[in-house]
């Protein structure tokens, strides 16, 4: 059974910095792309960033862009997003979520994309 668990949230000063992890579990992470999704209340849910099954492919939204670089070690089962310059907007529940198996080496910010999901973890920008 595929499980995904979201850690690392937590309230940080705009400016501050973040590191989100997402421990994967009942799957091999290799064959799997990565994304990251979040949702603020009274908001739709927003893709945020993604990594193909083989690391190659990154995308961004376009709002975090140059911010927020996503990683995975698959040795550790685990994918993280560095966040920083944390700005109040980007406040909202984040959700990791996998897409596979799957070979491709570019992946899109799509929730539809993705079938299994995590449980989310809250990050909080406030001064």
Do not use: H
């Not at 290799?30 to 990251?36: S, V």
């Not at 799509?110 to 999901?117: L, N, V």
């Amino acid at each position: 059974q595929l499980q995904l668990v979201e850690s690392g949230g937590g309230l940080v000063q705009p400016g501050g910095s973040l590191r989100l992890s997402c421990a994967v579990s009942g799957f091999t992470l290799d064959y799997y792309a990565i994304g990251w999704f979040r949702q603020a209340p009274g908001k739709e849910r927003e893709g945020v960033s993604c990594i193909s099954s083989n690391g190659g492919g990154t995308n961004y939204a376009d709002s975090v862009k140059g911010r927020f670089t996503i990683s995975r070690d698959n040795a550790k089962n685990t994918v993280y997003l560095q966040m920083n310059s944390l700005k109040p907007e980007d406040t909202a529940v984040y959700y990791c979520a996998a897409d596979g198996p799957t070979i491709a080496t570019m992946c899109k910010v799509d929730y539809r994309g993705f079938g299994s999901w995590g449980q989310g973890t809250q990050v909080a920008v406030s001064s």
